[in-house]
């Protein structure tokens, strides 16, 4: 029952809004009861309620049988549920109300990600940027193994290059409501496989719980030659290629300040087409040193390196069958 606004923000794993005040409304009655009158704000607030209320039964909620049972809440489990829940039981649909409204949930989610300790099994996913852990990760799932794609969720490819043109990162709250919501999935007397991210996607935090257990989680290592991964990179990252503006401002947040002549030389490649020779400078420079550097600081325990050949398809499907091979010796 959230205003548009609070619901974009974050909200429980599956759920639809069926707002009964929009955010002009919500705005415009708190002001009200804040600057003027209690009385005059819950007369107005009622009324646009009730004409909401009254679209949302014409529209989202007529073809729901009799046996339809909603759990609903919004912000504090307030004004604004209980208006809904008294019109939709007297309908006569077995109507719950989460008590607390969102906040409860939120906590909810806290408690689970960042208070305790995660029962699974972690296995990483591990490899040189450019290795095809994402594909692999997918290939994974699709033969029926456990997984958890951060990356996915937080709507970035972990990188440098990361960031999605037309698909902005959710929030850092409703990063974790998905999250929690595919990990209270799992069957967590099964292995997990969940690639090796720094603390970071992009932009959006690992909570502690599942950070503490990725660092405590054996790894499989992914490889492939340095030209395979420039030309996967060069498929994988092709939104990136074809928007210069965005390839250039990428080019210039790299940790290590490339200089001046070499920005020139990498335009100069880009003007060019030579994207795997680009590809190959990014790896060389930025890429590969930063991960030399993460694996000799690495303990935790290797199950072993899986090669992935030229990262074609069939590459990809035959590394998949190694890793789950790995993973049940």
Known sequence: ????????????????????????????????????????ARRIGAAYIARNIA?????????????????????????????MATILSQVGWRTT?????????????????YDAPLPLRLVLL???????K??????????????????????????????FADQPQPSQKMFESRLLGVLDRLDPARPVIVEAESSKVGERMVPPALWQAMTAAPRIELSASSEARA????????????????????????????????????????????????ALALM???????YRRSSRKDGR???????????EPADLDAAAAEIVRLIEA
Request: proline share 5%; with cysteine; net charge negative.
């Open 284 to 290: 060389e420079l930025h890429y590969d040193p930063a």
């Open 134 to 163: 994402t594909e692999v990760l997918a290939r994974l799932a699709a033969l029926g193994q456990q997984v958890v794609d951060l990356e996915g969720l937080a709507a970035h490819r972990g990188s440098l290059l990361g960031g």
């Open 97 to 113: 109300v989460l008590e607390g409204g969102y906040k409860t949930w939120r906590r909810h989610v806290t408690a689970r990600l």
């Open 55 to 83: 679209r949302h039964l014409e529209t989202a909620l007529a073809g729901e049988p009799g046996s339809f049972q909603p759990l609903i809440y919004c912000w504090r489990g307030g004004q604004r549920s209980h208006a």
């Open 301 to 311: 325990r290797s199950l072993g390196v899986v090669e992935a050949g030229g990262l």
């Open 126 to 132: 591990d490899g040189n940027t450019g290795s095809g």
């Open 1 to 40: 029952m959230r205003s548009p606004s609070e619901f974009a923000e974050d909200h429980a794993p599956g759920a639809i809004n069926l707002p009964v005040l929009t955010d002009e409304e919500r705005a415009e009655v708190g002001t009200i009861y804040v600057q003027e009158s209690r009385f005059r």
């Open 231 to 278: 030309r996967y990179l060069v498929r994988a990252y092709r939104d990136i290629i074809e928007d210069r503006a965005a390839l250039d401002e990428a080019l210039r947040r790299l940790p290590t300040p490339p200089g001046r002549k070499r920005l020139e030389a990498w335009g100069q490649m880009a003007d060019a087409g030579e994207f795997e020779a680009l």
